[in-house]
């Protein structure tokens, strides 16, 4: 590809980002959203943060590939610790957990 079709494809997916976001920003940014929005809005990250985090636990180099024990036990370190802590914690726990079980195995 030429430099002027990449550069042509990243101002407009930057124009496009751009308006995707003062949608929300622009023009909702001084109104009050209804509680049952609100409510809602709340469950956001729980359901991302998941959907980010389980691919890279189950399919370390893809689909189709090994677990990798080390990250799992993370993964179930940090999952106990947010259960009973919150998230903060549960970063904490989980992060440290990876290393420390990754320099036992290493």
Do not use: C, K, N
Not at 55 to 77: F, H
Request: proline share 7%; hydrophobic share 60%.
């Amino acid at each position: 590809m030429s430099d002027l079709v990449i550069w042509t494809v990243i101002v407009f997916l930057g124009i496009g980002t751009y308006l995707i976001r003062f949608s929300f920003l622009g023009f909702l940014g001084d109104r009050e959203l209804p509680p049952w929005l609100l409510q809602h809005l709340r469950y956001v990250g729980v359901a991302v943060l998941p959907a980010l985090v389980a691919p890279m636990i189950l399919w370390t180099d893809g689909p189709g590939s090994a677990i990798d024990p080390v990250q799992l036990v993370a993964a179930m370190a940090g999952f106990a610790a947010g259960w009973r802590f919150g998230v903060i914690p549960a970063l904490v726990v989980g992060m440290g957990t990876l290393y420390a079980v990754s320099a036992l195995f290493a």
